[in-house]
């Protein structure tokens, strides 16, 4: 019960010690008063210090099984592992809001730390508006969630944890992406915290970017963590869904690309400068607009949290946060100035900024697809779009992006000339090869016969440029990690396109109804049924199958949960071949004995993965101890000033 | 309680948080008098 107070206790310290920091700091940076700027920023290392005590104080609850919290009571039990019990702390509403704000203290706090560089106005901004962020979740959680609200009697056991959520993918799934979503207001602030102090220079986009590169991949690994769960819990072959929770992880991944990308073009060529405002901006924005409807269940998803009364609260403070940035960014934007000439459309710049309006396509396709139902229900009959509305509407969005990745880094800035076309050869002629060795190969998926080639030319493009730098200076691509890093990302997304495409279009699916000793054959893979047994555990019964397949033994499972109501979860057994999963789910068992199976069989989807991991790889190469940039960047171009 | 608790931690991270302003110097006093007591 201590824990409880001591918990309530931390979180409104919080609040109050954010608050404060907020407040101040706007004024200290008005003025300009270092010592104030000062306080202002230790305010807000002390609110993030109070989060941080509230949330050790709840996985102390949690792990001491202190059932007179109702969190505890309510996502954990005496019989759940100690990881998973661990893991409760983000597993629910409340708790998953307080790792939320965890991140959001530490990240911010880091990136007040490094803004050293970026001057005291700029600085005390974005400590205002760190505050201000991390105070309304403190708030929220203080007041309205609180992880620590007492039960009036304390019960002898918990009822566990949801047991979807009983999985190892628990323990990294959910922590990753939800730092994803914290992460992107540290860009934010900074963005907003320039525009307020009218400097919209390099120095900004030098900070600016590290930290959205950080959210970037944060998400890029939550996202594919997320596929990589689904695909091997949730049992029905896939790993993408198009749900409106997957929707809301997707969307501000796909701003912040664009961003990341658009920015080079400000460093370079000194362009697009409110555009790339707009960006950071619209990818927090987005965060927002996400959280608010899976927090609020306004939108049918599997993965709705319960029902509770942070709804209204979040639809404020995302109204809030489009009127700042957006009144900020109308306000400044206009005297962002732009440089002076035209754009040449065939340049890299031109590449950048046709990537980038595709990809905010993607953003306005996914987005009204889901708002739909919100959006139609308020006006009547509710209306659901399914998977074929996204694909179909993306698809051609995506496959420009692709070829856009095969032919942009190709491009030089400001003009391409005639020994480009020459470089393009390369792409080209790989793409006409893919094209063609598919077309042989018995593909006529025509999505799959433009994707997979779009994405072997892209792979080529990447080949080609580390090719040039062997042949020329192997040393560059060292001295230049962060571009041949991203060729590097580039390459292990190309990885997971092919991957996507193959598994997507040449999927194989059959269901069966087998009795021992019966087999099955799915796109040449044999597997036999062996027969089936019973286990009783102390909270489910569990049917566990045998399917015997080559060498190995596949045990794909149905367990019921009595105490749950009944609800049923399946296991589902998968086996990796080097092209192809064999994908076995048990959809239940007979009396005769006989048992029912969904066999799938998905090529290349170990390449999903394998790319991800390369993805990855090519963004911590290319930045990690990078000096920044933003010196040289300074040199070469003179700072635009905005005036205050 | 959660009122006295949240007090009490925003009474401990006064020092840190203050300290900017603790470690400023004070407008340095003016010279005593000479034949005046300290």
Known sequence: ?644 | MAIIVATLLLFLAGPFVLWPLIKTPDEPLPPARPGTSP
């Not at chain 1, 560089?117 to 201000?132: E, P, V």
């Not at chain 1, 066999?599 to 991800?612: D, E, K, M, R, S």
């Open chain 1, 1 to 644: 019960m201590i824990l409880g107070y001591l918990g309530a206790g931390a979180l409104l310290a919080g609040v109050v010690m954010g608050g404060f920091s907020a407040l101040l700091s706007f004024w200290a940076g008005w003025r300009e008063n270092d010592v104030f700027i000062q306080v202002g920023r230790r305010g807000f290392y002390a609110a993030a210090a109070m989060t941080v005590i509230a949330a050790l104080l709840l996985e102390v609850a949690l792990l001491t099984h202190d059932f007179s919290l109702a969190y505890v009571v309510e996502h954990t039990d005496l019989s759940t592992p100690t990881p998973l019990v661990a893991a409760g702390f983000y597993g629910g509403q409340e708790g998953s809001l307080l790792y939320w704000t965890l991140v959001l203290g530490v990240l911010g706090a880091a990136s007040l730390v490094a803004s050293a560089r970026l001057g005291a106005r700029i600085s005390a901004y974005a400590t205002g508006i760190l505050a201000a962020i991390l105070s309304f979740f403190l708030f929220v959680l203080a007041v309205v969630a609180s992880p620590f609200d007492l039960l009036s009697v304390t019960p002898p056991d918990g009822l566990g944890l949801n047991p979807v959520l009983r999985d190892g993918g628990m323990l990294i799934h959910p922590p990753v992406v939800l730092a994803g979503f914290a992460s992107f207001a540290i860009p934010f602030s900074f963005a907003c915290a320039a525009l307020l102090a009218g400097r919209a220079d390099a120095a900004w986009i030098a900070h600016t970017r590290r930290f959205a590169l950080l959210a970037w991949s944060l998400q890029t690994a939550g996202l594919l963590l997320g596929m990589w769960w689904a695909y091997h819990v949730l049992g029905w072959g896939g790993y993408w869904g198009w749900d409106p929770v997957e929707n809301v992880a997707l969307m501000p991944w796909l701003a912040t690309t664009a961003y990341l990308h658009s920015s080079q073009v400000q460093e370079r060529r000194g362009r697009l400068r409110a555009w790339n405002f707009g960006l950071v901006i619209l990818a927090f924005l987005l965060v927002v607009f996400g959280t608010f409807i899976v927090r609020s269940g306004v939108v049918p998803s599997v993965h709705t949290f319960a029902i509770s009364a942070i709804g209204p609260w979040f639809f404020a403070f995302f109204f809030a946060c489009v009127v700042f940035s957006g009144g900020l960014l109308a306000l400044r934007g206009a005297g962002l100035g732009v440089a002076s000439g035209q754009a040449p459309a065939v340049s890299r710049e031109g590449a950048f900024l046709l990537q980038n309006l595709l990809l905010i396509g993607v953003v306005a396709v996914v987005l009204w697809g889901t708002v739909l139902p919100l959006v139609s229900g308020l006006l009547g009959t509710q209306r659901v779009v399914g998977a074929p509305y996204y694909e179909r509407a993306t698809g051609p969005l995506f496959a420009a992006i692709l070829a856009l990745m095969a032919i942009g880094p190709l491009l030089p800035w400001r003009h391409a000339g005639r020994p480009t076309l020459r470089a393009l050869r390369w792409p080209a002629a790989t793409a006409l090869l893919v094209l063609a060795g598919l077309f042989v190969a018995g593909v006529r998926s025509v999505p799959a016969l433009l994707a997979i080639p779009l994405a072997a030319s892209a792979g080529a493009t990447v080949v080609t440029e580390y090719g040039r730098a062997a042949l020329k200076n192997p040393a560059i691509i060292l001295r230049r990690r962060r571009r041949y890093g991203a060729y590097l990302a580039h390459l292990g997304l190309v990885v997971v396109v092919v991957g996507i495409g193959a598994s997507h279009f040449g999927q194989q699916e059959k269901d069966v109804t087998l009795q021992p000793g019966e087999g099955v054959t799915v796109s040449g893979y044999t597997l036999t049924y062996t027969g089936s047994q019973q286990r009783l555990l102390s909270d489910h019964t569990e049917f566990i199958a045998g399917m015997r397949f080559g060498d190995q033994t596949l045990e794909p499972s149905r367990a019921t949960y009595a105490t749950l109501g009944g609800q049923a979860l399946t296991h589902v057994a998968i086996s990796t071949t080097s092209v192809a999963d064999v994908y076995v789910v048990l959809a239940g068992t007979n009396d005769d004995g006989s048992a029912s199976f969904r066999v799938f069989v998905n090529p290349l989807v170990t390449w999903i993965w394998a790319g991800g991991a390369v993805v990855i790889l090519g963004v911590v190469l290319g930045n990690v101890g990078e000096r920044s940039a933003a010196p040289e960047l300074a040199r070469r171009r003179i700072p635009i000033t905005l005036p205050a």
